[in-house]
């Protein structure tokens, strides 16, 4: 018997329609077998969290040791003669099929936050990567070279800044960095998550208090301390490790003014020791280190600095935490969140003009600092939150303490640094701390735990709820404070006999000839936008043409492979102009479209301002 035309295009039709539909029943039925070999309650029995993505990780570790001498940051104004240890990037991307998450550990003392805007633009303009979805942690050694211009420690600190701004070295730190995402986002695999706790001895109270009650740079052994490690294990699917995540608090400090060799101090030592002996990537992360100093601290030189015994004093204890990880998961959810805590700022205070949006004016000789806090939720267990600042170990150890997940971990110097920000009782005491790096005034202190408790206990939990009902809303969008519109499927309109919203993937699927998207969007004035789309498709299915329009152009193409239906991957598609007012534009299946097949699975589409700067 021969088939009509009609009859096979019907046919292919019944036969896409039938495995999507089996995919789904496979997900209902595993979904109702699942045990979870999870390591707390709530990763075993967290409702919804079986959902089809499949988590996925990599680790890239990019050098970054420069091949001639370098001004060092850190201590007073002085040039590099060698390296004793080499300096990298350890770059993590995380992505449990919803999120898609970069963190990055760099063996530099501090930025400012204009460079870490930098960086966060170009990998939105390149990746369509959010800058919530990117945090860049510095493990804050003072023995690497400076890395773009001094930001808010020119102010404090003026006179080691007189020379010119290396920008060759910069631009070299930044290409290394969006390289190291580009491979790491290539290399993604199956993976599984663990979450332990150590200890280490190996820091202490820096803050010596004299009889007259002046503080000043020491040793304190009985001022506060934090002395736990908080870890995260990832492992390959087959169980082998596949990059730590260590989170201790320690200044970069053992190596004082005198050394001049480019060395990662102890955070590096310790990191790469622990991946001698793991075969796997370690990236430390620092934590609330603002009054703590290694136990060996500022010698002039690797030996007398006991720098190598860190290996043992943190190294072999970090090693033990993570034998103590005995379960991991594949079932992971990623939820990243950020917020603004707005503080009084010192009074007469100058401020750095790279750092306008950091700053609010509230009256005559009156600001406020705008500090961006970040947090990134991992299952039901799991709150990481980090500020771009030198925090007092009391404060984190306090939001530790009151936070509502069982593993609480703080990630100090992420993101730029804003300053020191002691804790409310030690501005009596004085010190270089409170006197001469810091912005804030004592109500900081109260404000962040504030904020951040606040976020713990209701924002970061309301997203639980929230991203698991994916619903599709259609709603007029507006930019965010960069300018940029996320034209997601929740927002979008859908138009056709097939297409429909997928709440477990936050996509629309079934995507069919006579299908269509549409978003209505408000801009405020004409400008030219980089598209970047966000999808998913089977490789049998890719290829197929596209077309998005708006009322001043249209950009076609053909859809890219993203090797599965479960796999989202994301591309520049090309540029619009478009012109202020409400307007709308509509994603749909372009010319010479194969009926037999489905166009793709559409996540978001992202509108990115063209910056001539970048």
Not at 550 to 561: A, F, Q, Y
């Amino acid at each position: 018997m021969k088939l009509s035309e009609n009859g096979i295009l019907l046919l292919s039709t019944i036969h896409y329609k039938f495995t999507r539909i089996i995919d789904v029943i496979v997900l209902i039925i595993a979904c109702c077998f699942i045990i979870s070999p999870g390591f707390s309650n709530s990763f075993a029995n967290m409702p919804g969290l079986n959902h089809a993505a499949i988590f996925r990780a990599a680790v890239v570790k990019i050098d970054i040791t420069p091949d001639e001498p370098k001004m060092l940051l850190g201590y007073n104004a002085r040039q590099s003669t060698g390296v004793h240890d080499r300096i990298y990037h350890r770059i993590v991307v995380l992505d449990d099929g919803i999120t898609q998450f970069v963190l990055v550990s760099s063996d530099i003392c501090v930025t400012s936050p204009s460079e870490y805007d930098h960086i966060a633009s170009l990998l939105l303009r390149r990746f369509g990567i959010a800058s919530e979805n990117f945090w860049w942690s510095l493990t804050h050694t003072h023995s690497a070279p400076e890395v773009g211009v001094p930001g808010l420690p020119e102010v404090f600190m003026g006179e080691r800044y007189k020379h010119p701004v290396d920008t060759a070295y910069t631009s070299f730190v930044g290409q290394r960095l969006i390289q190291g995402v580009e491979q790491a986002r290539k290399q993604l695999v199956k993976a599984k998550l663990g979450v332990g706790w150590g200890h280490s001895n190996a820091n202490i109270n820096r803050r010596g208090i004299d009889v007259n009650g002046k503080a000043s740079l020491g040793m304190n052994p009985d001022g506060p301390v934090d002395r736990r490690i908080g870890i995260i294990r990832i492992d390959k699917e087959d169980g082998t490790p596949l990059v730590l995540l260590s989170n201790y608090a320690i200044h970069g400090t053992a190596l004082g003014a005198p050394n001049l060799q480019i060395s990662a101090d102890v955070p590096g030592i310790v990191s790469e020791y622990v991946e001698e002996q793991t075969g796997a990537p370690m990236l430390f992360i620092n934590g609330a280190a603002g009054n703590l100093a290694p136990i060996y601290s500022t010698y002039p030189n690797p030996s007398s600095a006991h720098l190598s015994q860190f290996r043992v004093l943190l190294g072999d204890k970090i090693l033990e935490a993570n034998r103590q990880i005995t379960a991991t998961t594949d079932k992971v959810r990623l939820f990243a969140g950020k917020t603004i805590i707005e503080t009084p700022r010192k009074e007469n205070l100058d401020w750095p003009s790279d750092l306008g949006n950091y700053t609010r004016s509230i009256g005559k000789d009156k600001h406020l600092i705008k500090l961006p806090a970040r947090f990134l939720k991992i299952n039901d267990d799991i709150a990481i939150w980090s500020l771009p600042v030198e925090l007092f170990c009391e404060i984190s150890n306090e939001i530790r303490d009151h936070s509502p997940y069982a593993y609480t971990f703080y990630y100090g110097y992420t993101n730029g640094w804003l300053g020191y920000l002691p804790a409310a009782n030690e501005f009596k005491h004085g010190g270089y701390e409170v006197e001469i790096v810091c912005p804030y005034t004592q109500a900081a202190e109260q404000d962040v735990k504030h904020a951040v408790l606040n976020y713990l206990q209701g924002d970061l939990k309301d997203k639980l709820s929230a991203e698991r009902t994916s619903l599709n809303r259609p709603a007029l969008i507006e930019p965010d404070e960069a300018g940029v519109f996320i034209l997601s499927a929740e927002k979008g309109k859908a138009i056709g006999p097939d297409i429909k919203y997928m709440p477990e993937w936050s996509a629309f699927g079934w995507f069919m000839q006579k299908d269509k998207v549409g978003w209505e969007i408000s801009i405020n004035a004409a400008k030219t936008y980089t598209v970047i789309l966000e999808w998913s498709v089977a490789d049998d299915h890719s290829g197929q043409p596209f077309k998005l329009e708006s009322s001043t152009g249209t950009i076609t193409g053909n859809v890219g492979k993203s090797s599965s239906w479960e796999t989202f991957t994301t591309a520049v598609i090309g540029k619009l102009e478009l012109k202020p007012g409400k307007q709308k534009l509509t994603f749909k299946p372009g010319k010479n479209f194969d009926p037999k097949k489905a166009l793709l699975d559409l996540r978001k589409i992202i509108l990115v301002p063209v910056d001539t700067g970048y």
